[in-house]
């Protein structure tokens, strides 16, 4: 691969709100500049995880480098950028940002612009991108282009009239896409006979290299050979191998400013790889790191425990592997007297929590029981120290504590005026304060104030289902405040379960027991003897449900003289047994912990 | 001494005229069956198992299958005159044979009963044609009246099985179904509920949908339903699926349940024999052609047989006596696992199911009630250490 000077190197992201059209796009501009032959095309070529083809998310953000012959007859590189657009993901999604120095703000022009539109482009904005609005969609007949550009200039302040209007689908216009990057987007900016300074962008487990990191060079060169330091931790690595996406790993000669690639050093350490930190040259080091980005800070948090205590070493090392692949994941040891030995484990958002979880069932072959998911808690004593409370098992007696305080948002939700009432109804119900509401055509937006608590067991599938799909949802953390807050414990024939105790306002404490109640009645299959199933406040049931015993669960037949086919049964069965965890004399599935906690109407 | 203990003894019949596609017994369907070549394998195997076993009460015998009514009369005839030779009968010896009821069989019942089998067990299966149809039986429910009339005539004792709770069978069907089979005056019956077995052409129905088998609810009315039916033409259950007016229960099973010695003989058949302080289970190669070709080269079939170690022992005989409404005697059962029942068993769990009302212990007797058997998988699975 022949040197790129500055000049025609374009490193973009492309951002959306999600299904507006990102990952088709990313897919026709790799179609286009040949990237990848038509036979070796298959949809959504970037997002490569079973998981993202199967939910059709994207997850992970993902980066390719293309070859682009421009009108002007000049060659370009181009440096992608494809990022998921869940609002669980937005870090991400920064991190990419800070990679590029221009962003594609793909807009479906039937749809319009939607709460993740708005929270993604204001990050873009924070990077000091420039930005090129893309119109998608406009095949469809339902595309109102006109009025979309309008609503991008209203709602966005951004200049539309140039936007550029495609359709990802029927390849419509991708060369105008591929000449707005070339001339609307800048440049990188940088010095290669400067000392190294690389942003470490990402990194992953990778089965055949190892320790994969993905880098964005600022100065300086990167090369096969070269003894690098990370900066924040100064431990010193040899590069095995420098390569670029093409989209596939390809292998350089070397990386030099303003390009996007990999290295692969034999990185044994996960803690050596931390995300956002500056990779320099051992022997002329730069005398100051980049600016990094902020770190993640988790928002839910919930304990994931081996069902089988033998996995425990399993789950430590795969979390690690994860971690690298995800540094948004937060996770520290933590023993219970139920569950044993695991993990408590930090999330941004209940989707990224699900994600993970799957993850490591998936790709480490792991049994899980993930404990009730909880927000931070702030919480002063009596005495007037103060301490944060990720886990509800935790918290000290009622009387021990002074105040509690909890999390709150501020969201976004854009809605069409139709659902607005089921919307406003259902922010009530999770104690919002309206902040705002105006409209943008008939699309109304709300900002409301909610505590987070309230957010985040499942109050995007609600909002999802009471508005049909329609309505869009973004949040930013705004402070903590002060709450009547109440740990619910869930007993099972009277023994607590630990795993499904969890904090609420006391003006919802009652309803959230029932429900739980209703729930857990439902999730645990009929056993041998009844179980009762209560929700109390300290010493108070507040709500209970009996599970009745099953009625009836014998063989008929008994095999003859063959009593040995008998007792392998019955081997079998108590094998099986073992495998589930017990409380109170019960055994809960393990799909019956997350799934309990889910609220509906 | 153990070496006194009676015997039971079951002889298998390995062929069927057709595989009922329910079934996962080691049943098997030929063209021809070299009826002469089994007789000699039979009565070769009877002799090299009672040569070990030495001469001891012989208190059953019983012909299974398979289809053991297609035998040769004269077969059935030798067999129980080796067998009687070969041990010391009871004086109230119980022979019992599995009948079909197809025509063909009934047509032998006569020879059967002059052969000396006094206990006749038909498998009925069904009175409703097209049920009979579903579970691709060979006979009608005319002929199943018919077998069952000849066969009172013959036998002094009758027992016929059922299979219920079949895939969309009402609670109102199946009580009106079982009141017409009640009438017909069998001293026993064995009624059972449709179990999906692996393997088997229902498993793939099964899985694919096409059999939903009733929920726990369901299954549980009409296991109610069928005690209360049976009781009111005075038959008794005295196991999970086994109903008898008092005194006509099946010996030969009896002593499967209460764990006492049994030799099986024939293709896969399964036994426990006390050899001295020993107790063995034996069983025989499953196939029928190789088992025949093993016992002409080597006297017997027999294969993987295993020592029971008195652990072993304890739980089999947990198992199986807990299948009884009777229950398991303590005395009996130290003796015969030389373990004692109390350490047997997990002491929460007992307590529980004592208190749920599943279990009844005095001290010497340990019995599942009625609703404890009903949930007798998953008490045991509890229960049993
Ligand atoms: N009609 C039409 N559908 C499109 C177009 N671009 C994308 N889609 C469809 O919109 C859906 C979401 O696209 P995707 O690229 O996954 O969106 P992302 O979530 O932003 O990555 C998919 O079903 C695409 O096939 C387009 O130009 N026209
Ligand atoms: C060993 S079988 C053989 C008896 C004889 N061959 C017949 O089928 O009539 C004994 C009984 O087990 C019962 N049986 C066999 N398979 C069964 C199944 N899958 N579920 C319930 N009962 C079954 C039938 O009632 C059958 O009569
Ligand atoms: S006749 Fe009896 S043994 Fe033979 S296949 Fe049918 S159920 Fe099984
Ligand atoms: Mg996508």
């Not at chain 1, 800048?186 to 880098?215: E, F, H, M, N, T």
């Not at chain 1, 304060?433 to 067991?457: H, W």
């Not at chain 1, 007792?567 to 073992?578: A, I, N, V, Y």
Request: charged fraction near 25%; aromatic fraction near 6%.
């Amino acid at each position: 691969m022949t040197k790129t000077d500055l000049s025609h190197i374009r490193n973009f992201s492309i951002i959306a709100h999600i299904d507006h059209g990102k990952s088709t796009l990313a897919d026709r501009l790799i179609q286009t500049t040949g990237a990848l032959s038509a036979r070796e095309m298959t949809e959504q070529v970037l997002d490569s995880m079973e998981l993202e083809k199967e939910r059709g998310i994207t997850i992970k953000a993902q980066t390719v480098r293309l070859t682009y012959k421009a009108l002007n007859g000049e060659v370009y590189t181009l440096n992608l950028m494809d990022t998921p657009g869940h609002v669980d993901f937005a870090y991400e999604v920064s991190r990419s940002l800070a990679a590029c120095e221009g962003s594609l703000l793909v807009v479906d022009a039937s749809q319009g612009v939607e709460a993740q539109t708005l929270a993604n482009v204001y990050q873009a904005m924070d990077a000091n991108h420039e930005i090129v609005p893309v119109l998608n969609k406009i095949d469809l007949p339902a595309a109102e282009p006109d009025r979309v550009k309008q609503q991008i200039e209203d709602v966005i302040g951004l200049d539309a009239s140039e936007a550029v209007m495609i359709s990802a689908k029927s390849g419509i216009n991708i060369d105008g896409v591929l000449e707005a990057i070339v001339h609307r987007l800048p440049p990188p900016i940088g010095d290669a006979s400067a000392p190294l300074k690389a942003l470490l962008v990402d990194s992953w487990y990778d089965a055949y290299l190892g320790v994969v990191i993905l880098v964005r060079i600022k100065d300086g060169r990167m090369k096969r050979g070269q003894k690098i330091r990370m900066m924040s931790k100064g431990s010193t690595h040899n590069i095995e191998q420098v390569g670029v996406f093409a989209p596939r790993m390809t292998p350089v000669d070397d990386l030099g400013p303003g390009e996007l690639g990999y290295i692969t050093a034999a990185i044994k350490t996960v803690a050596d790889c931390n995300v956002g930190d500056t990779i320099t040259d051992d022997r002329a080091p730069a005398a100051e790191a980049l600016a990094g980005f902020k770190p993640s800070i988790p928002v839910v948090w919930c304990g994931l425990f081996p069902i089988d205590a033998d996995d425990f070493e399993k789950l430590r090392e795969s979390l690690g592997k994860l971690r690298l692949n995800d540094a948004s994941f937060h996770y520290e040891a933590e023993s219970s007297a139920a569950l044993g030995f695991g993990y408590r484990c930090g999330f941004l958002g209940l989707l990224h929590l699900e994600i993970i979880q799957e993850r490591l069932s998936r790709e480490f072959d792991l049994d899980l029981i993930a404990t009730a998911p909880s927000v931070v808690y702030r919480l002063e004593r009596n005495d007037g120290t103060e301490e944060e409370l990720h886990n509800p098992a935790d918290m000290p007696d009622p009387t021990l504590i002074k105040t509690i305080s909890e999390p709150w948002i501020k969201a976004t939700i854009m809605v069409p005026d139709d659902y607005l009432g089921s919307i406003l109804t259902l922010c009530n119900e999770r104690r919002g304060q309206q902040v705002d509401l105006t409209y943008v055509g008939n699309r109304a937006m709300a900002v409301y104030r909610l505590p987070l608590n309230e957010v985040v067991f499942d109050f995007y599938d609600r909002l999802k289902s009471v508005s049909r799909g329609y309505a869009s949802f973004d949040y930013a953390m705004d402070g903590y405040e002060e709450g009547d807050l109440v740990r619910i414990s869930i007993l099972v024939n009277q023994d607590p379960v630990d795993a499904l105790s969890f904090i609420a306002h006391r003006s919802q404490a009652d309803k959230r027991g029932r429900s739980i109640c209703e729930k857990l009645k439902d999730l645990i299959p009929k056993q041998l003897f009844k179980i009762a199933i209560q929700a109390a406040i300290g010493g108070r049931v507040i709500a209970r449900e009996t599970i009745g015993a099953l009625s009836k669960d014998v063989t008929a037949k008994c095999y003859g003289g063959d009593i040995s086919r008998k007792r392998k049964l019955l081997d079998k069965q108590k094998e099986g047994k073992k495998r589930m965890r017990q409380f109170g004399k019960v055994e809960i599935p393990q799909s019956a912990f997350l799934a309990a906690l889910k609220m509906d109407g | 001494m153990s070496g006194m203990e009676p015997l039971a003894l079951y002889i298998h019949w390995p062929f069927c005229l057709a595989k009922c596609p329910y079934c996962d017994f080691n049943s098997h369907v030929r063209e021809r069956i070299d009826q002469a070549r089994f007789f000699r394998a039979l009565r070769t195997e009877l002799a090299w198992e009672a040569a070990r076993l030495g001469r001891r009460p012989l208190a059953s015998i019983f012909f299974g299958g398979g289809t053991p009514s297609l035998m040769d009369p004269a077969t059935v005839a030798a067999l129980i005159a080796d067998a009687t030779t070969l041990f010391d009968p009871l004086p109230n010896l119980e022979i019992t044979l599995e009948a079909n009821p197809t025509s063909v069989e009934a047509a032998r019942l006569r020879d059967f009963a002059e052969a000396g089998v006094n206990r006749i067990s038909i498998g009925v299966q069904s009175l409703n044609p097209i049920d009979l149809a579903r579970l691709g039986r060979q006979h009608t429910p005319t002929e199943a009246i018919a077998a069952l009339e000849l066969a009172r005539a013959r036998f002094p004792r009758l027992s016929f099985d059922l299979i219920y709770a079949r895939p969309g069978q009402t609670l109102s069907a199946w009580r009106c179904e079982l009141r017409q089979a009640l009438a017909l005056a069998a001293d026993h019956l064995s009624l059972y509920q449709l179990t999906i077995e692996p393997g088997t052409a229902y498993e793939a129905l099964h899985r694919q949908g096409q059999i939903i088998l009733p929920d726990d609810d369901t299954a549980a009315a009409l296991y109610d339903a069928t005690a209360e039916e049976a009781a009111n033409f005075g038959l008794q259950p005295y196991e999970i699926s086994n109903y008898a007016q008092p005194g006509s229960e099946s010996r030969h099973n009896l002593a499967y349940w209460r764990y006492h010695d049994y030799a099986g003989i024939g293709p896969g058949a399964h036994g426990r024999v006390s050899l001295g302080d020993t107790l063995i289970a034996t069983r025989r190669h499953r196939a029928p052609e190789p088992w025949a070709q093993r016992v002409e080269t080597q006297g017997h079939g027999s294969t993987a047989e295993e020592i029971v170690a008195p652990e072993e022992r304890g739980r089999e005989m947990l198992l199986m006596g807990l299948r009884l409404a009777e229950g398991i005697d303590a005395a009996r059962f130290a003796t015969r696992t030389k373990k004692s029942l109390i350490d047997a068993i997990d002491h929460q769990t007992l307590a529980r199911a004592i208190d749920a009302g599943y279990i009844t212990w005095d001290n010497t007797r340990l019995r599942a009630t009625g609703e404890g058997r009903k949930r007798l998988d998953s008490l045991l699975t509890a229960l049993v250490l």
